[in-house]
């Protein structure tokens, strides 16, 4: 079996779950004179309600940690991270990406925990995270189900799950299902379904002691199950077993995972929770047939069920729903499972398990847990763990074949990484969805008659070139004060360009025909804030108190917010002009042409009003 390596194991449970193959593996390695960093689950779905209690103890578990590491015993090591626990969504990916691998490295730093076999039991996005940036000598995937089944986004799992395939220096599969489905995109594909510790059923001892209190008074004979009490138990069939035959007791063990209101009102139906790992001989003991009741589904065509060995390594018979996996196992040991494929025939199963209790049968049963025990798994398992680091550390490889593998990795990248920046050059230049998002800094309201109209003037405004805007809002002005809205126009602006821009504004007013003693000039303004500041002044020595405010139609937000803090005296009309020149971005109508919708200077222009709220809610101007 492998020696002194580091090995990382990204799981699909957290290690206090109920025990399974995961925990057996790696505490077998553990023990074997390997580091083991044992990722806890960072899930393949969304949670719901029902997983409270689970996040909660994660929660727990981090805090009574080291940043969220404990050693569990010697050369194991759990990771318990905290993650934000939306598994598809991009944004919270990057997050737990940057949490994750900060705190990864920097302990793989403290412990010299370096080079590492990655082992992965998840075939998501943030699994794929971790292997992508993190070197490691040999990455190995067991596929022990479909997830895309569990999954809220079966096509993301269906594409990470793809990408893991095709990376992965050796696979293992709980099935033929399995491994056919991992055949596709790597040959190098092992089936190694879930064993059974045979030891700690083999030092069982019968006898009174051993009994639980909790089912020493349950009636005989007992119809048993261990496990997760999940969605994937066909509780119409437990039902029918129990209605059909109430001199039978139903023992189910495991913890709740689903609601089981469909059998809690049976009185011979008991649910008897969660227990240790190494008390399941215990009630294993007590039961005259074990049976594994599984709906059948896309998901459970892919499941090999553990229990089934557990079983066996006790003597027990065993009755099963048609699940594929099991046929399998059937077609290999000499069909010692009973297969049901209705609900009559597998109860009629039962019957028969009860009414044949020969000695040769158990001691079979005993043989086939022992040959598909968790030490003959792992030692197999480590013997193609121990192939593959030696194929790939010094295998047949020779540099052109590395070349070409280098060339085509980076090269798929290069046409990725292309197809990205593409995308979003179409979609920011060549379709309205800059428009969309700066429609919120648009305010426009029909003017009404008031003292007198203010124009700010650009300075470089939105073009970023000297002397380019004031024109167009200036014309505005001059035609809302032609309609009698106002008998008086305050231009405002700070900007010099040769002339001060205020003064230019007025010359052009003038040209226009209004009159020199009608317009009011301001000409220490900077900013938005100081013009409305300094425009207010203006407004209050007049005894003015309605003013409509002419500027770009982008710039309105900005304005409203501003003078909401800071003129709250004055009453503002927001009149910006109607079309500038700046922003024009209408295509003609019925031209199907493919044109740009926006340009860079414009999307310049929107982000700087946004930056700009921003500053200016951090300066408190707003």
Not at 23 to 40: C, D, H, P, Y
Not at 122 to 148: H, M
Not at 200 to 221: H, L, M, R
Not at 298 to 312: D, G, M, Q, R, S
Request: glycine share 6%; charged share 25%; net charge positive.
């Amino acid at each position: 079996m492998i020696k002194n390596q580091n090995i990382i194991c990204i799981s699909s449970i957290d290690w206090d779950f109920v025990w399974q193959g995961h925990q057996e593996i790696m505490s077998t390695f553990a023990k074997n004179g390997n580091r083991v960093l044992f990722i806890e689950n960072t899930g393949v779905r969304t949670p719901t309600f029902k997983d409270i209690p689970r996040l909660k103890k994660r929660i727990v578990n981090w805090f009574k940690s080291v940043k969220g590491f404990r050693e569990e015993a010697d050369n194991l090591f759990i990771y318990s991270p905290v993650v934000f626990p939306f598994p598809y969504s991009r944004i919270f990916r990057l997050i737990n990406k940057f949490l994750l691998l900060n705190s990864l490295r920097r302990w793989m730093k403290a412990v010299d925990f370096h080079d590492p076999v990655i082992w992965t039991f998840l075939p998501t996005g943030t699994a794929l995270d971790i292997i992508d940036n993190i070197e490691n000598k040999l990455l190995v995937y067991y596929c022990i189900a479909d997830f895309d089944k569990l999954a809220g986004s079966p096509k993301k799992v269906r594409r990470t799950e793809d990408e893991l395939i095709r990376k992965s220096d050796l696979i293992f599969a709980q099935g033929d299902v399995l491994k056919d489905k991992c055949r596709r995109l790597n040959d190098n594909v092992h089936i190694f379904p879930f064993g059974v510790k045979m030891n700690v059923f083999e030092s069982f001892q019968a006898g009174i002691d051993n009994i639980p209190d909790d089912i020493t008074d349950i009636k005989k004979p007992i119809i048993g199950y261990i496990g997760g009490i999940h969605r994937h138990i066909d509780f119409l069939l437990i039902r029918f077993i129990a209605e059909a035959h109430p001199q039978w007791s139903v023992v189910l063990v495991g913890p709740r995972q689903t609601d089981v209101s469909e059998i809690a009102d049976l009185d011979n139906v008991f649910l008897l929770g969660k227990k240790d790992f190494s008390l399941l001989p215990n009630y294993i003991s007590q039961f005259d047939v074990g049976i594994v009741p599984y709906e059948i589904s896309e998901y459970t065509a892919t499941v090999f069920p553990t229990k089934l060995n557990e079983y066996h390594a006790m003597g027990k018979p065993v009755v099963s729903t048609q699940l594929p996996e099991v046929v399998n196992f059937n077609r290999d040991n000499g069909n010692l499972v009973l297969v049901a494929g209705t609900h009559e025939e597998f109860a009629a199963s039962i019957s028969k398990a009860l009414n044949n209790a020969s000695r040769e049968l158990i001691n079979k049963r005993k043989d086939s847990a022992r040959a598909n025990s968790w030490s003959v798994r792992i030692a197999k398992m480590s013997d193609k763990l121990e192939e593959a680091i030696e194929e790939k550390c010094h295998g047949p490889r020779n540099w052109q074949e590395s070349f070409i593998k280098f060339y085509n990795v980076s090269r798929k990248r290069i046409i990725r990484s292309a197809f990205i920046v593409l995308s979003l050059y179409f979609l920011i230049f060549y379709t309205p969805l800059v428009w969309f998002a700066a429609e919120p800094l648009k305010i426009s309201q029909a003017p009404e008659t008031a003292d007198a109209i203010v124009v700010l003037a650009g300075g470089v405004g939105e073009s970023g070139r000297p002397s380019q805007g004031y024109e167009e809002r200036v014309e505005h002005a001059v035609d809302l004060y032609r309609k009698g809205y106002a008998k008086h126009i305050i231009f405002s602006s700070g900007y010099t360009y040769v002339f001060q821009e205020p003064r230019v504004m007025k010359a052009l007013a003038v040209s226009l025909g209004v009159p020199q003693e009608a317009i009011l000039l301001e000409g220490e303004a900077r900013n938005t804030y100081e013009n409305i500041i300094f425009t207010k002044k203006i407004i209050l020595e007049n005894g003015w108190d309605e003013v409509l405010i002419v500027s770009s139609p982008y710039h309105m937000r900005r304005l409203l917010l501003t003078a909401k803090k800071n003129a709250s005296g004055v009453k503002f009309i927001y009149t910006p002009i109607l079309q500038s020149r700046f922003y024009s971005h209408r295509v003609k109508k019925g031209d199907k042409r493919l044109k740009q919708q926006i340009s860079l200077r414009q999307i310049r222009g929107l982000m700087h009003e946004y930056l700009a709220i921003i500053y200016y809610w951090w300066k408190g101007y707003i």
